[in-house]
């Protein structure tokens, strides 16, 4: 059997002008990645990363930890199918769309406005994200400026059909978002859309959900571990 690691990168800058960019807390709770793997033996043959510049310095931090103790590290792959869905071009797409039709998002959306300098903004822009998310995945509403939720799937579901080729027993590690990783689940557990999607809220920044996999089998052996963290570092964003 072979072994597909998907690791959430690290935690980046929230609501900041480059949100693509690992904090502090990120670039320390990567290296607690490769320190653990090094620690406990762990090796991978191939390693992959999405292109987004949270999950390459994810994957380098992580690389450059576990070649410190003196482990080799192979030559990581970046593959667009690893890449998040592009929520800003969600929200700016869909958001006005439903605040015009759904009274209870126009609320939201107003109570977000007013909170502005206050730690409720962050919780209220997330009660909003949700939504507009979970109309995107239903797909009831569209924007000709928007991808559909199944294209971003069919293209996820693309980029671990490659990883799993190869030679049997190949262990495998990548570095990712949270909206692959649902995807990824949801092709092990066979869950409904709206479900995938609502495990994508629980997913926190370096944890690693494991798969085992054959020819004809793809079955989820692990989700959302945080091991390697202390929990003063666990976080969502």
Same mark, same amino acid.
């Given at each position: 059997?072979?072994?597909?690691?998907?690791?959430?990168?690290?935690?980046?800058?929230?609501?900041?002008?480059?949100? @693509? #960019?690992?904090?502090?807390?990120?670039?320390?709770?990567?290296?607690?990645? =490769?320190?653990?793997?090094?620690?406990?033996?762990?090796?991978? $043959?191939?390693?992959?990363?999405?292109?987004? #510049?949270?999950?390459?310095?994810?994957?380098?931090?992580?690389? +450059?930890?576990?070649?410190?103790?003196?482990?080799? /590290?192979? $030559?990581?792959?970046?593959?667009?199918?690893? @890449? +998040?869905? @592009? =929520?800003? +071009?969600?929200?700016?797409?869909?958001?006005?769309? !439903?605040?015009?039709?759904?009274?209870?998002?126009?609320?939201?959306?107003?109570?977000?406005?007013?909170?502005?300098?206050?730690?409720?903004?962050? #919780?209220?822009?997330?009660?909003?994200?949700?939504?507009?998310?979970?109309?995107?995945?239903?797909?009831?509403?569209?924007?000709?400026?928007?991808?559909? /939720?199944?294209?971003?799937?069919?293209?996820?579901?693309?980029?671990?059909?490659?990883?799993?080729?190869?030679?049997?027993?190949?262990?495998?590690?990548?570095?990712?978002? =949270?909206?692959?990783?649902?995807?990824?689940?949801?092709?092990?557990?066979?869950?409904? @859309?709206?479900?995938?999607?609502?495990?994508? /809220?629980?997913?926190?920044?370096?944890?690693?959900?494991?798969?085992?996999?054959? #020819?004809?089998?793809?079955?989820?052996?692990?989700?959302?571990?945080?091991?390697? !963290?202390?929990?003063?570092? /666990?976080?969502?964003?």
């Amino acid at each position: 059997m072979g072994t597909l690691v998907l690791a959430r990168h690290g935690q980046a800058n929230f609501l900041s002008d480059d949100y @693509d #960019k690992l904090s502090q807390v990120g670039e320390t709770q990567a290296r607690r990645l =490769g320190t653990f793997w090094a620690s406990n033996g762990r090796v991978f $043959d191939a390693v992959f990363s999405g292109p987004r #510049k949270r999950q390459i310095r994810s994957a380098e931090l992580a690389r +450059e930890a576990y070649s410190e103790s003196g482990f080799a /590290w192979p $030559d990581y792959e970046v593959i667009p199918e690893l @890449d +998040e869905y @592009d =929520g800003q +071009e969600v929200m700016a797409g869909l958001l006005p769309i !439903l605040i015009e039709r759904d009274g209870s998002i126009r609320e939201l959306a107003e109570a977000h406005e007013r909170s502005k300098g206050s730690d409720e903004h962050y #919780k209220g822009f997330q009660r909003i994200f949700e939504r507009v998310v979970v109309a995107w995945v239903e797909g009831g509403i569209r924007h000709p400026e928007v991808t559909p /939720w199944t294209e971003f799937k069919a293209r996820v579901q693309r980029g671990i059909s490659r990883m799993r080729d190869g030679e049997r027993g190949r262990r495998v590690l990548a570095f990712t978002s =949270g909206g692959p990783i649902s995807v990824t689940m949801q092709m092990a557990l066979g869950v409904s @859309d709206q479900v995938a999607i609502g495990l994508n /809220w629980q997913i926190r920044n370096t944890s690693l959900t494991e798969f085992i996999f054959s #020819k004809d089998r793809f079955s989820l052996d692990t989700f959302n571990s945080l091991a390697h !963290l202390d929990r003063e570092l /666990w976080t969502y964003r």
